[in-house]
């Protein structure tokens, strides 16, 4: 191949060349050219531009090119340059933009333009999503250390974060936006919040991945015969941001953390399978108005304390050696403008992931509950079963852990449904009403749903044990039920839905549209989103008394096993192995600013209510034989299948690296 050389840099001038300093006849032009009225010297100006070869006027153009060029944002007072930047709605074009120049860069850093930008693309909505990341990452700037990170940065960050949010003062003539110890950073939280977002939407980080046999070995008893193993299928799940809680049909739980996706403990000592596990955050507020202590229960029902008799670790773990973790209260949320949010009229809903917040104790708890009938309270951090909790003469089929208190709630197949102080190990009350198993439960401040067999949902105040509504009409056993504070939804075998009012116990909608059992409810603010045995996903709007069919999915070939959304993706699983992602397109008109419409097979779009419809994004493992479980936080998820003959564990990480 030829190798070609170079090209030859241009001599330098030899001495006796002319210099390019004009002499003293082009001193005299310009004395001449500069008494001239500003007509005349524009007309000289195109004479002498006519008399130019093309080299000549290169030269023009090239020199005079620069002197034209002008800032207009540094000309402009500070207030009106933001106020034409806050028109830019591409986060990547004020990445580019700050680029241009140090002004530009300190300009753009202006929390107003990221906070605008925060609520453009939706991340300001999700209240424990803010305060979540304020606990997580504020230490960050105190030099503490960041949070592991687990995903690389892609090209869009790295444009984004072109220099550190401090290393450069904040633009002339305005104080800086992040000066108070309590302020909140705008721009870096938009930056994690659009790379979780596009790890989400492109593929995360599959953190590990535990394969178990499903059918252990059988083993011998004592008479020499062959005991036949439990299978180790799963059946219940619960997440948070740091622990990942696994309930086995082989009476076993095992504990991932969320963070590694290592498996951490394996908690032994039901006698048979676990159908139920509730997750108690770290930490956390005290409920509001409700102090500990006062948790007396029925004197009829109500069991002695046990606190008195386990260990002293036992009781720091749950928060009776010392008072309570004082976090100092939620900090305001920064996107709220100084407008207080009304509370709901109940309290705070339950976690679609299955865990709830503590009451400040230090330590993460489970609660766990099954065919052995005992309710089992265990510390997560030492692994030690810390009560064993007897009452139910069944099975333990739900179970639910309100938020700020050690208040748990159990329903069972003796058609009870009971409340547990978790805290001092005893049994506070039991609810009696229904007449056949206890199928499904949801809380909501001291509020309780349980859905039975015997077609029913009743409605109970935890604190009193009185029934407050008895809601009737469904033909068929009730299989799932989701309570918000304001509507109840139920489904069952009879293939309805109906939505409840929580206030007054009166039916609003009947919602039809499967054809075989609804066993998935999720409810949200503006939506109802429900699951079936025939594979379906409906969404219905909840804007209105009309209760309109939003979408009808084709999500799945059998069975939808779970189902969980917030206010911008939609994940759901199925017993055909799959689990789907998919995005409300108003949150995705929102960050990717338009685009390809994506693959809408499967897809039957229906009535409106202003609600936003899904678009499939993408499958978010390897098919399996099937999924039995799949649930999530913001940067976590956990998917339970079957693959060769084995239970499968997959802990995907969707968190940035910061």
Same mark, same amino acid.
């Given at each position: 191949m030829p190798i070609?050389?170079?090209?030859?840099?241009?001599?330098?001038?030899?001495?006796?060349?002319? #210099?390019?300093?004009?002499?003293?006849?082009?001193?005299?032009?310009?004395?001449?050219?500069?008494?001239?009225?500003?007509s005349a010297r524009r007309r000289h100006l195109q004479a002498l531009i006519q008399e130019c070869t093309s080299s000549e006027l290169l030269f023009l153009s090239t020199?005079?090119?620069?002197l034209l060029k002008r800032d207009f944002l540094r000309a402009l007072p500070t207030e009106v340059s933001l106020h034409i930047l806050s028109f830019i709605h591409e986060p990547r074009t004020l990445a580019r933009a700050a680029?241009?120049?140090?002004?530009?860069?300190?300009?753009?850093?202006?929390?107003?333009?990221?906070?605008?930008?925060?609520?453009?693309?939706?991340? #300001?909505?999700?209240?424990?999503?803010?305060?979540?990341?304020?606990?997580?990452?504020?230490?960050?700037?105190?030099?503490?250390?960041?949070?592991?990170?687990?995903?690389?940065?892609?090209?869009?960050?790295?444009?984004?974060? #072109?220099?550190?949010?401090?290393?450069? *003062?904040?633009?002339?003539?305005?104080?800086?936006?992040?000066?108070?110890?309590?302020?909140?950073p705008y721009r870096k939280f938009f930056i994690y919040e659009y790379l979780r977002t596009s790890n989400w939407l492109s593929r995360g980080r599959l953190l590990r991945i535990h394969r178990a046999p499903l059918h252990p070995p059988s083993t011998q008893?004592?008479?020499?015969?062959?005991?036949?193993?439990?299978?180790?299928?799963?059946?219940?799940?619960?997440?948070?941001?740091?622990?990942?809680?696994?309930?086995?049909?082989?009476?076993?739980?095992?504990?991932f953390s969320a963070k590694t996706g290592v498996l951490s403990r394996t908690l032994?000592?039901?006698?048979?399978?676990?159908?139920?596990?509730?997750?108690?955050?770290?930490?956390?507020?005290?409920?509001?108005?409700?102090?500990?202590?006062?948790?007396?229960?029925?004197?009829?029902?109500?069991?002695?304390?046990?606190?008195?008799?386990?260990?002293?670790?036992?009781?720091?773990?749950?928060?009776?050696?010392?008072?309570?973790?004082?976090?100092?209260?939620?900090?305001?949320?920064?996107?709220?403008?100084?407008?207080?949010?009304?509370?709901?009229?109940?309290?705070?809903?339950?976690?679609p992931g299955g865990a709830s917040d503590g009451w400040g104790q230090?330590?993460?708890?489970?609660?766990?509950?099954?065919?052995?009938?005992?309710?089992?309270?265990?510390?997560?951090?030492?692994?030690?079963?810390?009560?064993?909790?007897?009452?139910?003469?069944?099975?333990?089929?739900?179970?639910?852990?309100?938020?700020?208190?050690?208040?748990?709630?159990?329903? *069972?197949?003796?058609?009870?449904?009971?409340?547990?102080?978790?805290?001092?190990?005893?049994?506070?009350?039991?609810?009696?009403?229904?007449?056949?198993?206890?199928?499904?439960?949801?809380?909501?401040?001291?509020?309780?749903?349980?859905?039975?067999?015997d077609c029913t949902c009743?409605?109970?105040?935890?604190?009193?044990?009185?029934?407050?509504?008895?809601?009737?009409?469904?033909?068929?056993?009730?299989?799932?039920?989701?309570?918000?504070?304001?509507?109840?939804? #139920?489904?069952?075998?009879?293939?309805n839905v109906r939505v409840w009012d929580a206030a007054t116990g009166a039916c609003l909608a009947l919602l039809q549209g499967h054809t075989a059992l609804v066993c998935q409810l999720q409810l949200t603010p503006t939506m109802l989103v429900t699951g079936g045995s025939d594979g379906r996903v409906i969404t219905f709007s909840l804007k209105g008394a009309a209760f309109a069919v939003v979408q009808r999915l084709a999500a799945h070939d059998s069975s939808v096993s779970g189902l969980q959304l917030d206010d911008r993706f939609l994940v759901t699983s199925g017993n055909d192995g799959r689990v789907r992602l998919y995005e409300f397109e108003a949150a995705r008109a929102a960050t990717a600013g338009g685009g390809a419409d994506g693959d809408d097979a499967g897809r039957d779009r229906g009535g409106g209510g202003g609600e936003p419809l899904c678009r499939f994004v993408r499958d978010m493992c390897e098919p399996s034989e099937s999924v039995w479980k799949v649930a999530y936080t913001r940067e976590t998820c956990a998917i339970l299948c079957r693959k060769a003959g084995k239970m499968v564990v997959e802990i995907w990480s969707f968190k940035p690296e910061c």
């Open positions: 070609i050389p170079p090209p030859t840099p241009a001599p330098s001038p030899p001495p006796g060349q002319p #210099s390019f300093h004009p002499d003293h006849t082009a001193f005299s032009h310009l004395s001449v050219f500069a008494a001239l009225s500003p020199t005079i090119a620069p680029r241009v120049s140090r002004y530009w860069n300190r300009l753009l850093k202006d929390d107003c333009l990221w906070k605008a930008m925060c609520v453009r693309h939706g991340f #300001s909505r999700d209240v424990d999503a803010v305060e979540s990341y304020r606990r997580e990452h504020m230490l960050d700037e105190s030099g503490e250390g960041s949070p592991d990170g687990f995903l690389s940065p892609t090209p869009e960050y790295e444009l984004v974060r #072109s220099a550190p949010l401090h290393s450069l *003062s904040p633009p002339v003539g305005r104080e800086p936006s992040h000066a108070g110890p309590d302020s909140f008893d004592g008479n020499g015969a062959n005991a036949v193993q439990p299978a180790a299928m799963p059946t219940s799940i619960a997440i948070d941001a740091s622990w990942v809680v696994i309930g086995l049909a082989n009476s076993r739980i095992h504990i032994v000592g039901h006698d048979l399978g676990v159908w139920a596990v509730s997750l108690v955050s770290e930490g956390g507020q005290p409920g509001p108005n409700v102090p500990l202590s006062d948790n007396h229960g029925d004197p009829l029902v109500a069991g002695a304390p046990q606190d008195g008799t386990i260990a002293p670790l036992l009781r720091y773990a749950l928060g009776l050696e010392q008072p309570t973790r004082d976090q100092g209260g939620l900090a305001p949320d920064p996107f709220a403008d100084g407008k207080a949010a009304e509370p709901p009229p109940y309290g705070k809903a339950s976690y230090p330590n993460a708890l489970v609660v766990s509950g099954g065919c052995d009938k005992e309710l089992r309270v265990w510390d997560v951090k030492s692994g030690y079963c810390i009560y064993t909790l007897r009452g139910h003469t069944s099975t333990i089929r739900c179970l639910k852990v309100l938020h700020g208190r050690p208040l748990a709630v159990s329903g *069972s197949r003796d058609r009870t449904v009971r409340v547990w102080d978790i805290q001092r190990g005893r049994l506070l009350r039991v609810l009696e009403g229904h007449t056949q198993s206890v199928r499904c439960l949801d809380v909501c401040g001291n509020r309780v749903v349980s859905g039975s067999y009743r409605v109970w105040d935890v604190d009193t044990g009185a029934c407050l509504h008895v809601l009737r009409g469904h033909l068929h056993q009730i299989y799932t039920v989701a309570f918000d504070g304001v509507r109840i939804a #139920s489904g069952g075998l009879d293939t």
